[in-house]
């Protein structure tokens, strides 16, 4: 067992007595981490009222090394997710951000450029950055970082230059886009417009949070569509939070 310390951020908590709960962390330096943390529920616990959902927290855990819950000995708040208080849009944004970590990573598997990315993705929706751009612009990021990526600019079949001169034909299972004598037999298949398929590589070559600026709506719409069913797909079923997605296609 070693002792460890790093940044977090809280992505779960759950209640497991009268004073403690487990939580689950999306730590800078080791990935998704599972912890008991004894007394947190105590009004004068060890934790300082620090493990709320959301919240970024520099925090110390004795890694057991093995398949059981790591134990959390300290968190000291760094920065609180406010906006819940006062924007629902933002509110279920973040909590969609904090779902896809959950399911998109492993324990133990560290990302510290997705770590980074999340924690910035956090602020900007804090600081009232644009609310759709943001969660589209987290969405592609985490689909890069984490190997996830649709094929965008040539047809996932076989290999050929797909232009974005009319709509582009796109498979959901397939993995991105197809060139149309690659389409049969393809299922799940939907089309992109040129300015949404120029949207994604956009994102997807961004390393700045909200790039590439302000979406026209209704290309955001499309692609709000198009990442719904493809994260769908990816994790085989919704997303919890998706039935609240629509409130953040707009604001």
Known sequence: ???????????RVVEFSETS?????????FGKIGALAKGARRP???FDSALDLLAVCRIVFIDKSADVLDLLTEARLERRFRSASRDLS??????YIAELLRELTDLGDPHPDLYRRADQTLLTLDLDGPVGET????EVAALRLLGYLPALEACVVCGAPVSGGGRVLFG??????LCPR???GQKQVVSVSPRGLEVLRQLAGARAVGAPGEIDPGVRGELRGLLNHYFTNLLGHP???LPFLGAIVNP
């Open 44 to 46: 004068k616990g060890p």
């Open 239 to 241: 997303p919890r939070m």
């Open 182 to 184: 690659c389409r049969q």
């Open 21 to 29: 709960c487990i939580v689950t962390l999306f730590t800078e330096d």
């Open 1 to 11: 067992m070693t002792t460890e310390k790093t940044l977090a951020i809280v992505l």
């Open 90 to 95: 933002r509110l279920y944004a973040g909590y």
């Open 135 to 138: 969660v589209l612009g987290f």
């Open 172 to 177: 959901q299972l397939a993995g991105g886009v």
